[in-house]
Nanobody, 114 residues
Framework: QVQLVESGGGLVHPGGSLRLSCAASGFPFSTSPMSWYRQAPGKEREYVAHITSRSATGYAESVWGRFTISRDNAKDTLYLQMNDLKPEDTAVYYC????????WGQGIQVTVSP
């Protein structure tokens, strides 16, 4: 079965960095599009970034120039490098793929606070 397991979250000060990882299994990772979404308290889940099977990328305007999405097909792992973090980046971050239907990880908390 499809599994997506996020790791790497935590508490960081404004201006700091974190790298999220998403370990994938149960589907053909190397040929699958992958995305990151996030959900802040009291808000709807929102798109953060995506990467195609050919490693073309796209980003939400709010993270453009600060976040970088990447993938390691040899390790079936998706990454999100987050730099210059701001308090408004505080959210639960979710890994996502579409393989006949949408699949989501369990989410990982990222808190940006002084």
């Amino acid at each position: 079965q499809v599994q997506l397991v996020e790791s790497g979250g935590g508490l960081v000060h404004p201006g700091g960095s974190l790298r999220l990882s998403c370990a994938a299994s149960g589907f053909p990772f190397s040929t699958s599009p992958m995305s990151w979404y996030r959900q802040a308290p009291g808000k709807e889940r929102e798109y953060v970034a995506h990467i195609t099977s050919r490693s073309a990328t796209g980003y939400a305007e709010s993270v453009w120039g600060r976040f970088t999405i990447s993938r390691d097909n040899a390790k079936d792992t998706l990454y999100l490098q987050m730099n210059d973090l701001k308090p408004e980046d505080t959210a639960v971050y979710y890994c996502n793929t579409y393989y006949n239907k949408n699949y989501w990880g369990q989410g990982i908390q990222v808190t940006v606070s002084p």
